[in-house]
């Protein structure tokens, strides 16, 4: 069972280029979230979507873009990215509203020079 | 407010011993308590949770105690092993958005020596 894929597993970016990060889940799970994960600071959530169609702001959205292509899939963009994005992005699912076990992809490592 | 905080931040434990991880919340409305493991190179994966219903659970050598009133909870670790070593989160969400909002702690990195 694949879970949660993430794609690239290692990226490294000049400051102002852009890229995607693509997610996809193969659980027919309703929600998906991206955090990124910086020493000492536990996981942030950036962008959430709740289901197919919506996607929210979370804690830490600057600088950052997000489509829920569709029920499997979703992306993150950075259109810009900057040294202070460097970090490690996960991808997360659950079923939805009331489920309450994320599970989680193995992460991007993403460093920005 | 929406803080979850950790300690420590490091631990080091010999094998056979009792690992203790430490956190507390400030929203009252939190009611879902989860811990997750990471192992390097991984992303993180439940290892055990818990509601304010009750204020113990366990699971094989993991269990959460839970301090409703202090607002606290930890995570301890029975017969600590090698296999054990892994950076740990404890996390919390309310039960309006389940799944949509978990606030974690800063996470505690567990060193369980042979």
């Known amino acids: 069972n694949a879970g949660v894929t993430q794609t690239p597993k290692f990226q490294v970016l000049k400051t102002g280029q852009s890229m995607t990060l693509q997610c996809a889940q193969d659980m027919n799970h309703n929600s998906m979230y991206w955090y990124r994960q910086d020493p000492g600071m536990g996981l942030r959530l950036i962008y959430y979507?709740?289901?197919?169609?919506?996607?929210d702001k979370g804690e830490v959205p600057n600088g950052y873009n997000v489509s829920r292509l569709n029920k499997r899939e979703f992306s993150l963009r950075l259109e810009s990215a900057a040294p202070s994005q460097t970090s490690v992005y996960f991808c997360a699912s659950t079923r939805g509203q009331g489920s309450t076990e994320a599970f989680f992809g193995q992460g991007t490592r993403l460093t920005v020079v | 407010q929406q803080q979850v905080k950790q300690s420590p931040q490091s631990l080091i434990v010999q094998k056979g011993g009792i690992s203790i991880i430490n956190c507390a919340y400030e929203?009252?409305?939190?009611?879902?308590f989860p811990w997750y493991q990471q192992f390097p190179g991984k992303g993180p994966a439940l290892l055990i949770a818990?509601?304010?219903?009750?204020s113990e659970k366990k699971e094989g050598r993991f269990t959460i105690s839970f301090n409703k009133s202090a607002k606290q909870f930890s995570l301890h670790i029975m017969d600590s092993q090698p296999g054990d070593s892994a950076t740990y989160f404890c996390?919390?969400?309310?039960?309006?958005?389940?799944?949509?909002?978990?606030?974690f702690g800063p996470g505690t990195r567990l060193s369980v020596l042979p």
């Open positions: 929203n009252t409305a939190f009611d879902y």
């Open positions: 979507s709740a289901s197919e169609g919506t996607t």
């Open positions: 818990i509601r304010p219903d009750v």
């Open positions: 996390a919390a969400s309310s039960r309006d958005n389940y799944g949509q909002n978990f606030v």
